[in-house]
């Protein structure tokens, strides 16, 4: 029974019908070949998206040159020689198969590339303005580099018609060289491709035009452009509406409207803070102003939305992207009327911070997104045999419903009275449905797996012996770093599980939060939001280092609006009485806080003790998790799923 009658209803854009309204947009994963070509990785990446039953896929931003720099040197999609024809003819043959259409998504870097230093070559731009991630001011490009530049694309869309590629995308958005020119913040030229809206439209509507000279009038021609770039300089909502009417009158097929560009990316890829629809107005905007299709992503996490989105009027075809990425059969779940089955995503940013080190993406939910060749369909090969399990947390589950899959019989037990370990504490800051809705998609699962969990139990060496385990996995999470500093012994303190403690609620208090990594600035947001003075004192010259900068937008936001303080490069030096002494690192003086209330959050140590002990009695015993190694997420589900994937 199709529960999203609108989801799941043919659509059309241009002369190409889509069986359904569903589009997977483009995620750059960085698992190109080497020199450009679509790779087996890749194909079998979107092949598992087709399958599940997506309308049309578009892939990540293949570059239409190789002659200056681009964004990711050496696993980033090209389509600069005829030798790009037959792997992207393998990708089209592939998505077809299930009656899925496929579109590339073409783009130059501009200003936003990775720099000369490292790839030898020259960066070019509209103008010669830097880009806040690194030092490089590009070169203005000459009237012949803009002809010259016009034609790649032409030749680039002709490379995808020649593979049966079903279109193109023309990338407009996010920032890059086509976005340069359109903005006045980073398009200042005088010459007839710069000043007037006019004039910033003209390199545009010249690729529009040479890609359909080349492929002819009736090749799919999407764009993608920012609707607002949410940039100081840039444009707003009103022009981008104008940029929508101009593209339309120049004969594009569709619309896919994007915001942003990378000196606000977190307007472009959101971070977990940011609501499903919360850029609806901007969509509905564009669709309002033009008569062509109109794609558009939302925050959509659930196929509710997407359908709601749709029957509103707001869009033509839902985009989902980072959900696809989460679980591949998101489709598939959705049709089947499965929604509780869709394993979310969580708005983490770690796929994005994987590509910042220039990684082969992944996703921290799905450690097989990206991976697929490496996960084959599992075997019931773990039949009639027990695995147990210690710790009802990311790991814990995730190695659960594995070994489950495999037909073993699984115990787990768990000393709390619920799922979710660790994760659970995070869902206790702001803006955090999105994790608190994996740790439902675990209880759904747990429950439909018919998991043996055991609440309230505290695992033992001779009681995990007492079932014959074939394999044991300890999954216990880590204890809390207590510094060794002067007072600690005779001052109480906040450890973060008791401060995130449900009971625990406090206002009007003068709060010092011991540590500025991610965790410790969601505490501090926290009780701040809950109307006490904050002070976050963090040793570092920065926040949260170890996560991408965007998701301390609206965290910081939050702390400037209740005015709490931020001590960057301070260290703790001494615990007293309602008094917390810091130093300065920079300038070596001592200063002293007032504080009600001291939080601790500077990190956690693996604890092992169990998983030693058993080590010493048992061969097969796995730890995953913080137990292993502590972490992010991603790092919870992947050691608990790959573990008991690879598990003999």
């Known amino acids: 029974m199709n529960c999203y009658p609108n989801l799941f209803q043919e659509g059309k854009i241009g002369r190409l019908?889509?069986?359904?309204?569903?589009?997977?947009?483009?995620?750059?994963?960085?698992?190109?070949?080497?020199?450009?070509?679509?790779?087996?990785?890749?194909?079998?990446?979107?092949?598992?998206?087709?399958?599940?039953?997506?309308?049309?896929?578009?892939?990540a931003y293949a570059s239409v040159d190789d002659e200056y720099c681009q964004s990711f040197e050496g696993a980033q999609l090209k389509l600069t020689h005829p030798k790009h024809?037959?792997?992207?003819?393998?990708?089209?043959?592939?998505?077809?198969?299930?009656?899925?259409?496929?579109?590339?998504?073409?783009y130059m870097a501009g200003r936003q590339a990775v720099p000369s230093s490292i790839t030898g070559k020259r960066m070019i731009a509209p103008s010669p303005i830097g880009y806040s991630l690194h030092d490089q001011i590009p070169e203005e490009m000459t009237r012949d580099e803009i002809k010259k530049a016009v034609q790649k694309f032409g030749k680039a869309a002709k490379i995808l018609q020649d593979a049966?590629?079903?279109?193109?995308?023309?990338?407009?958005?996010?920032?890059?060289?086509?976005?340069?020119?359109?903005?006045?913040?980073?398009?200042?030229r005088t010459d007839d491709y710069g000043g007037s809206f006019e004039n910033r439209m003209r390199f545009l509507l010249e690729v529009i035009a040479e890609v359909r000279r080349v492929c002819g009038p009736h090749f799919p021609i999407s764009v993608r452009f920012s609707a607002d770039e949410f940039t100081e300089g840039g444009y707003g909502l009103d022009e981008g509406v104008r940029i929508a009417m101009a593209c339309e009158a120049a004969g594009v097929d569709c619309l896919n409207v994007?915001?942003?560009?990378?000196?606000?990316?977190?307007?472009?890829?959101?971070?977990?803070?940011?609501?499903?629809?919360w850029k609806s107005y901007i969509t509905k905007a564009i669709k309002e102003a033009v008569s062509i299709p109109v794609i558009s992503t939302n925050v959509i996490k659930k196929p509710e939305q997407a359908e709601q989105f749709l029957a509103d009027g707001i869009m033509d075809f839902a985009a989902v992207g980072r959900g696809m990425f989460a679980d591949g059969d998101w489709a598939r779940k959705a049709y089947e009327g499965r929604a509780e089955d869709i394993k979310p995503c969580i708005g983490c940013l770690y796929c994005l911070d994987q590509t910042a080190f220039f990684r082969s993406s992944t996703c921290a939910v799905n450690g097989t997104s990206a991976r697929e060749r490496e996960f084959?369909?599992?075997?019931?090969?773990?039949?009639?045999?027990?695995?147990?399990?210690?710790?009802?947390?990311?790991?814990?589950?995730?190695?659960?419903?594995?070994?489950?899959?495999?037909?073993?019989?699984?115990?787990?037990?768990?000393?709390?009275?619920?799922?979710?370990?660790?994760?659970?504490?995070?869902?206790?800051?702001?803006?955090?449905?999105?994790?608190?809705?994996?740790?439902?998609?675990?209880?759904?699962?747990?429950?439909?797996?018919?998991?043996?969990?055991?609440?309230g139990t505290e695992a033992t060496p001779e009681l995990i012996q007492s079932y014959d385990p074939y394999a044991i996995f300890v999954g216990v999470g880590a204890t809390p770093i207590i510094p060794a500093v002067e007072g600690i012994k005779d001052t109480p303190y906040l450890t973060?599980?008791?401060?995130?403690?449900?009971?625990?609620?406090?206002?009007?208090?003068?709060?010092?939060?011991?540590?500025?990594g991610m965790t410790g600035c969601e505490t501090a947001e926290h009780f701040a939001m809950m109307g006490n003075q904050v002070t976050l004192v963090e040793m570092q010259h920065k926040?949260?280092?170890?996560?991408?900068?965007?998701?301390?937008?609206?965290?910081?936001?939050?702390?400037?609006?209740?005015?709490?303080?931020?001590?960057?490069s301070h260290k703790l030096i001494r615990l007293q009485p309602n008094m917390v002494t810091v130093c300065d690192?920079?300038?070596?003086?001592?200063?002293?806080?007032?504080?009600?209330?001291?939080?601790?959050?500077?990190?956690?140590?693996?604890?092992?003790?169990?998983?030693?002990?058993?080590?010493?009695?048992?061969?097969?015993?796995?730890?995953?998790?913080?137990t292993l190694q502590v972490g992010r997420i991603a790092n919870a589900v992947h050691t608990g799923f790959e573990r008991a994937y690879t598990l003999e």
């Not at 024809?85 to 073409?106: D, F, G, N, P, W």
């Open 258 to 277: 994007n915001n942003g560009n990378q000196e606000c990316r977190y307007t472009i890829i959101e971070p977990t803070t940011f609501k499903t629809g």
């Open 585 to 626: 690192i920079a300038h070596e003086q001592n200063k002293d806080l007032p504080a009600d209330v001291v939080i601790l959050s500077l990190g956690n140590r693996s604890d092992r003790t169990l998983y030693d002990k058993l080590k010493q009695v048992c061969k097969k015993v796995y730890a995953i998790g913080d």
């Open 496 to 516: 973060i599980p008791q401060a995130l403690s449900p009971d625990y609620r406090i206002s009007g208090q003068r709060v010092v939060v011991i540590g500025g």
């Open 164 to 188: 049966m590629i079903d279109g193109v995308e023309i990338l407009a958005a996010g920032g890059y060289m086509i976005n340069q020119f359109l903005s006045p913040y980073s398009n200042q």
């Open 17 to 59: 019908t889509l069986k359904n309204r569903l589009v997977m947009p483009a995620l750059e994963v960085l698992a190109g070949g080497f020199n450009g070509e679509i790779s087996d990785d890749l194909i079998a990446f979107y092949e598992k998206r087709a399958k599940a039953g997506v309308g049309l896929i578009i892939t």
């Open 543 to 568: 926040l949260a280092p170890e996560v991408s900068p965007d998701n301390l937008v609206t965290v910081l936001q939050h702390l400037q609006e209740r005015n709490a303080q931020i001590l960057l």
């Open 85 to 106: 024809t037959s792997a992207m003819s393998r990708l089209a043959r592939t998505i077809h198969k299930y009656e899925t259409k496929i579109m590339v998504q073409i």
């Open 376 to 455: 084959p369909p599992l075997h019931t090969d773990l039949a009639g045999k027990t695995v147990v399990i210690v710790g009802a947390g990311p790991s814990g589950m995730e190695a659960a419903l594995v070994c489950k899959q495999r037909g073993a019989n699984i115990i787990v037990f768990e000393k709390s009275n619920c799922i979710g370990g660790a994760a659970l504490l995070g869902t206790r800051t702001p803006d955090k449905e999105a994790l608190h809705a994996l740790i439902e998609y675990y209880e759904v699962q747990a429950k439909k797996a018919e998991l043996d969990i055991r609440f």
